[in-house]
């Protein structure tokens, strides 16, 4: 079975930072991109960034961009979220997300961790 394991939520002040972290385990032939989002109250996911398995990022707004960093492992099964100058209005759970192969599989699936709070004070 495919597993995401997720650490590095919490409360900080504003103008902390924190660091997510997203391991996937299992039966993998490759893994290929990795994605954090973000899940407001009341309100549906949302793409914060995006890493492929050659290294690119992608970021969803420039204001992301600029405080937060999407970096993953030389072995590409660990993902992190490095969050810099937070805000309250980052307050939400975030999901790490792994696009894989499975061996014995045909396509590849995406799946998803199980979800960390971030809450950063005013």
């Known amino acids: 079975q495919v597993q995401l394991v997720e650490s590095g939520g919490g409360l900080v002040p504003a103008g902390g930072s924190l660091r997510l972290a997203c391991t996937v385990s299992?039966?993998?032939?490759?893994?290929?991109?990795m994605s954090w989002f973000r899940q407001f109250p009341r309100k549906g996911r949302e793409l914060v960034a995006h890493?492929?398995?050659?290294?690119?990022?992608?970021y969803a707004t420039d204001s992301l961009k600029e405080r937060f960093t999407i970096a993953r492992d030389s072995a590409e099964s660990t993902g992190y979220l490095q969050m810099n100058s937070l805000k309250p209005e980052d307050t939400a759970v975030y999901y790490c997300?792994?696009?894989?192969?499975?061996?014995?599989?045909?396509?590849?699936?995406?799946?998803w961790g199980q979800g960390t709070q971030v809450t950063v004070s005013s």
């Open positions: 997300n792994f696009v894989v192969e499975v061996i014995g599989n045909k396509w590849e699936h995406d799946y």
């Open positions: 299992g039966p993998l032939k490759s893994i290929n991109r």
């Open positions: 890493i492929t398995s050659d290294g690119v990022t992608t």
